[in-house]
């Protein structure tokens, strides 16, 4: 086992850890508090080649390492987990392609991305199906060369200003799983109506909206796979985003560890520093040894995938372990701080509140639970 990052995954983690501290921190906070989305920084951060990490060299990409994906992620998301999102929310849209399409199309949907700065969206989430993929409405249907769509995708990052669509819809409600593709969705089709900015409690740097796709003809040449393996395109994509969501989760708690052990050096009661306080020092240990714990996690489920091994137990153990500990840890961050914490003139609320985000999309704690006990009860 060798724990030790190359000299390639150091000279990224630097150029992350430097935007992150330069670009992004500075904003971050007015970001939040006006939920504006950050299209500049976004754009800076694909210039420096932190986004569209997954992109085959083949098609104009840099084509990471997982490793390499996650040292980036946890550096991007120690900078701002909103602006974070909205950045690798690009990855995940464009994995479906990468992981299912033939060599013609993955030239036509990434090439763009490579060459100039483009969004991207991955269109999963519904009103009434989040956690049940399989129960999905937006349906398609074929009329001849194109797929008429209906339906609504909700909670799409990104949405607002994508210029790219990976949708999951089915053929037939009634097929569950069975019906379920992927389609190419290029720019705003005709019948496709973008909502409103949700006004979320955290995270309110990315761009969040719904869907509504009505009578939207989409070419029958933009469906990425067979009819009926969509959800297992989805599921693959999720295999290989879960390290990158896990990694948000351990760059924010390592932010709050970071702010919460400088304020106890500093904060000073009963005549001498908190942070000289067994309880405040527990809570700083606990927070420390959960982020290397969860560090580990996450670095393990990135080393599966990039030595072509299956890692879907792995990477529910780490976005289930990561996010779970990023919220006790950005809560403890808050109590450190007591009063100071529950202000918005000090950082440690807003990671509190991002934070929270973490155990919901992706696959909440609690999906993370079922896959792991379906995956030890299989053996």
Not at 145 to 157: E, H, P, R
Not at 263 to 273: A, D, E, L
Not at 321 to 331: E, G, I, P, R, W
């Amino acid at each position: 086992m060798n724990f030790a990052l190359s000299d390639d995954e150091k000279a990224l983690q630097e150029t992350a850890r430097k935007f992150a501290r330069e670009v992004m921190r500075p904003k971050a906070a007015h970001c939040d508090e006006a939920s504006e989305f950050p299209k500049d920084i976004i754009r800076q951060a694909a210039e420096l080649g932190l986004m569209n990490m997954t992109v085959p060299q083949a098609h104009g990409g840099m084509e990471l390492s997982h490793q390499a994906q996650v040292v980036i992620a946890e550096e991007l998301a120690w900078g701002c987990a909103g602006m974070a999102t909205s950045m690798i929310a690009n990855d995940l849209a464009l994995l479906p392609i990468i992981l299912g399409a033939t060599s013609e199309q993955k030239e036509k949907f990434l090439r763009p991305f490579t060459t100039g700065f483009k969004l991207a969206s991955f269109a999963l989430t519904e009103p009434g199906a989040g956690s049940d993929v399989a129960g999905m409405r937006c349906t398609a249907r074929r009329d001849g060369d194109f797929y008429v769509v209906n339906g609504q995708k909700q909670w799409i990052t990104n949405g607002e200003y994508a210029d790219q669509f990976s949708l999951f819809c089915t053929l037939d409600p009634a097929q569950k799983h069975k019906g379920i593709m992927c389609l190419v969705v290029e720019g705003r089709p005709k019948g496709l109506t973008v909502g409103k900015h949700e006004n979320k409690m955290g995270q309110r740097a990315s761009n969040t909206v719904t869907l509504t796709f009505e009578d939207v003809r989409v070419p029958v040449a933009n469906r990425i796979g067979k009819e009926g393996e969509g959800f297992l395109i989805a599921m693959n994509t999720l295999d290989n985003s879960r390290p990158l969501t896990a990694m948000f989760a351990i760059g924010i708690a390592r932010a709050a560890m970071e702010h919460a052990l400088d304020y106890s050096r500093q904060r000073q009661q009963f005549g001498k520093p908190i942070a000289d306080f067994q309880g405040i020092q527990f809570m700083l240990a606990d927070m420390a040894a959960d982020v290397e714990a969860a560090r580990l996690l996450t670095y393990k489920s990135a080393w599966l995938l990039d030595s072509g091994q299956r890692n879907t137990l792995v990477s529910s153990y780490a976005k289930r372990f990561a996010a779970d500990m990023a919220m006790k840890a950005t809560t403890d961050a808050v109590q450190i701080f007591g009063g100071y914490g529950y202000s918005k003139e000090y950082p440690v609320e807003k990671l509190m509140r991002d934070a929270k985000l973490i155990q919901i999309y992706e696959g909440t704690s609690q999906i993370q639970r079922l896959v792991i006990a379906r995956e030890l009860i299989r053996g």
